[in-house]
Structures are given as structure tokens and as C-alpha cells.
């Protein structure tokens, strides 16, 4: 284990525990989260701000393999790094070492390992053949002098995609 793993581990664990203790309810787990995600924090790694959807992970993950989940992961994909550890007993960042290999043209693509995505429009000929559509919680509306969530819905007809530039 690093030694900044149990830094990360105790961090998330901080931020987290109002909600594993019990001290802030089911349904007010959101508001907590976009709380967090608005205020600074200092992580082990001197960031100050965490994203609701980082938030959001590290709860799924603590309720899923408790604390011990919450440490910070090591990137296995690098074996560079674990024969450069075996053999000198340091590594190099793993930002430092890809940028190294992707001037000597040793990319994953290149490699030949990936291979390019292939991108497909989503759109259909004939109108109504292909329809997408989305909800997200919209502003708080007073009704009758209480507040009442509202709801935003979205439908695209994919017939009305318009390509642009060709």
C-alpha cells in the first residue's frame, strides 16, 4: 500500500461519514452531495473541490466494500512501472511516462492493442422512426404557497438531426 492511500481512504471517509452515520437522511443525500461539490476541500493531493459524481461513486462504492473500498487505487495497466519498481525501486509518473511513449509513437492505437472507435450518427430517414428522450428534476415551483419539485422532460425526433459542415 502507498502511504498517501490511507490520506485518500481517511479523506473520503470524512466527507462521507454524515452520510454513514445516519446524520443526514436518504432523501437529503443529493443536497448533501451538491453541498460538497460547492464548497473547497483539502484532499491529500492539494485539489479543493470534489464533483458531485465523484461524491456520488465513492458512496456507491462504500456501500458496496465498506471503508476498505474507499482507499485510493493504484493503475494496474502500467508493467513499465512494476519493472522499473522491481528493479530501482521507483517509478515514474504515470503522466510522464505516457507522454514519453506517445513521442516514440507507442500509443495504445498504435500498438495496435485498440483499435479507432467507430462513430455512428444517430439519425433515422423516415420522421418517428427513432425518438430519445430525458427527465431531470427542474426548479423548486410554489404551489399554493409550498414548494413543489418540477420536472424537465425532453424528446428529440432524430429525423430533425441536421448535419453541419458536409
Known amino acids: 500500500m502507498h502511504p498517501n492511500d490511507s490520506a485518500w481512504q481517511a479523506f473520503r471517509v470524512s466527507l462521507l461519514s454524515p452520510l454513514t452515520t445516519g446524520r443526514i437522511l436518504r432523501e437529503d443525500r443529493e443536497a448533501y452531495f451538491q453541498k460538497l461539490a460547492k464548497d473547497s476541500h483539502y484532499a491529500p493531493d492539494g485539489n479543493t473541490t470534489v464533483s458531485v459524481r465523484t461524491l456520488r461513486r465513492w458512496y456507491q462504492t462504500y456501500r458496496k466494500q465498506g471503508i476498505e473500498g474507499l482507499k485510493k ?94
Not at 119 to 125: H, K, N, Q, V
Open 73 to 166: 487505487k493504484r493503475r494496474s495497466d502500467v508493467t513499465i512501472n512494476k519493472l522499473l519498481e522491481a528493479e530501482f525501486f521507483s517509478e515514474l509518473q504515470a503522466s510522464t511516462m505516457y507522454c514519453h511513449l506517445r513521442i516514440r509513437g507507442a500509443t495504445k492505437t498504435q500498438l495496435g492493442v485498440v483499435r479507432e472507435k467507430v462513430r455512428c450518427r444517430w439519425t433515422r430517414e423516415m420522421p418517428n422512426s427513432l425518438w430519445m428522450g430525458d427527465f431531470s428534476h427542474g426548479p423548486l415551483a410554489l404551489v399554493e404557497g409550498k414548494a413543489s419539485q418540477t420536472y424537465l422532460s425532453v424528446w428529440i425526433d432524430h429525423r430533425l438531426s441536421v448535419r453541419i459542415g458536409s
